[in-house]
């Protein structure tokens, strides 16, 4: 799909209200409709965007903003990190995991449900490029295989120590958790993790969230909804969904990590399985994710 007129034709847009907190004050449920699938690829050092890549699920929508409000938009930003050559860190997966229909969909999401005017075509960015700081929000996905250079540390701690936040999502169990938070206290040693409280704000800003929902792959998902064998992945250890944050002195979020959930593998499959859409891209990745931005964006 290449045009606004094509994107709207398949993937009908909700009324937009004239404030970010919409949607359920209207009384509405979710009402997301639906995309649809490919497979992955070596990233090249070069490519800038989202949009760039091929789709590794079903095609991805595409809008258009006003011009008159140029640069003045939200772009969702994917932190890349190691290489593509050689599997590091702890975890499967890596940075590219999910990209890019997870990235283009939930932003089509965000312009979609919100007021938010969001760039359709996203960000890859590494934390030692200058341009980091443009980005208020930044995600990555296989935290578990993440390893990052001096210079790298250095730049994701200005950044997070400057305003910015860090999402991640999409890594399993002990091994994992304990590969991550070692980096994490590389780049900021003096702080440490604690579990999110759902008495946090996050989870009641715009949609109603109840419990940590544990989003699986598609694969697994589907599995769960004819059979009702588990969602996790990779061992017992990855029974229990923690959302893990990190805030700075003023309490301000810094980095929120979605541990034992695929939440980006909802975001990207969303078109995939009608069941899976609804139990959960429809019903947890996205109600989650929005929030997270929408929080993140107003304080």
Not at 11 to 27: D, E, M
Not at 129 to 137: A, C, E, N, R
Not at 159 to 168: A, H, P, V
Request: proline share 5%.
């Amino acid at each position: 799909m290449s045009g606004a007129a094509n994107s709207h034709r398949r993937y009908p847009r909700v009324a937009r209200l004239c404030c970010v907190v919409i949607f359920l004050a209207a009384g509405g449920g979710l009402a997301f409709g639906q995309f649809r699938r490919g497979w992955g690829m070596r990233i090249p050092e070069g490519v800038r965007t989202a949009r760039e890549i091929p789709t590794r699920s079903v095609d991805t929508p595409m809008w258009q903003n006003p011009a008159a409000f140029g640069q003045d938009v939200f772009t969702f930003a994917r932190l890349r990190y190691g290489t593509d050559d050689r599997r590091a860190g702890a975890g499967g997966g890596s940075w590219s995991t999910d990209l890019p229909d997870a990235d283009l969909n939930l932003s089509y999401r965000l312009q979609q449900m919100t007021s938010l005017k969001v760039d359709p075509h996203g960000r890859i960015i590494r934390a030692n490029d200058p341009g980091l700081v443009t980005y208020p929000m930044i995600m990555t996905a296989a935290a578990g295989a993440m390893v990052l250079e001096e210079d790298e540390i250095q730049g994701l701690r200005r950044y997070l120590l400057n305003g910015g936040f860090f999402l991640l999502t999409d890594f399993w169990g002990d091994r994992e958790w304990d590969h991550f938070a070692r980096v994490m206290k590389q780049v900021l040693p003096e702080r440490s993790f604690v579990e999110l409280p759902l008495e946090h704000p996050v989870y009641h800003c715009l949609f109603a969230i109840k419990k940590k929902n544990q989003v699986p792959r598609i694969d697994i998902g589907v599995g769960n909804l004819s059979t009702g064998s588990p969602t996790w992945e990779r061992g017992p250890d990855g029974r229990e969904v923690h959302h893990r944050a990190i805030f700075d002195d003023k309490v301000r979020l810094m980095v929120l990590a979605l541990h034992n959930s695929d939440d980006s593998d909802g975001w990207e499959r969303e078109g995939e399985d009608t069941g899976y859409f609804h139990a959960f891209s429809e019903g947890m990745a996205y109600p989650l994710a929005i929030n997270i931005i929408f929080y993140v964006m107003t304080h």
